[in-house]
């Protein structure tokens, strides 16, 4: 079983910037490609971005491309999330996951290829 933990959400103005991060425990963290996800009310989630086992490889969802940077740090078992230029419809619910692959260079940026999920942490862009 591995744990996810998210944290660094809160609210923030139009044109700022907040970093997320996600703490994993409970399994080798590096056997994992990791996903950020998000959420917002009436909507489904949504794919945000997504980092290979060993950081070499990241994706990010068209609308995220420039302003969002996802990052890990496999010593201290955590994912981040740095998101700039903040829209009001970036407000969202935003989900860290975990995606065991076996190669260190890939990654998915589908839902169902997601099998841990952290609890969400909520990100509020006022405008």
């Known amino acids: 079983q591995l744990q996810l933990v998210e944290a660094g959400g809160g609210l923030v103005q139009a044109g700022g910037s907040l970093r997320l991060s996600c703490a994993a425990s409970g399994r080798t963290f590096n056997s994992y490609a990791m996903g950020w996800f998000r959420q917002a009310p009436g909507k489904e989630r949504e794919f945000v971005a997504a980092i290979s086992r060993n950081g070499g490889k990241t994706s990010y969802a068209d609308s995220m491309k420039g302003r969002f940077i996802i990052s890990r740090d496999n010593a201290k078992n955590t994912v981040y999330l740095q998101m700039n230029s903040l829209k009001p419809e970036d407000t969202a619910v935003y989900y860290c996951?975990?995606?065991?692959?076996?190669?260190?260079?890939?990654?998915?940026?589908?839902?169902?290829?997601?099998?841990?999920w952290g609890q969400g942490t909520q990100v509020t862009v006022s405008s």
């Open positions: 996951s975990a995606d065991q692959q076996y190669s260190p260079y890939s990654y998915c940026s589908e839902y169902g290829c997601y099998k841990y």
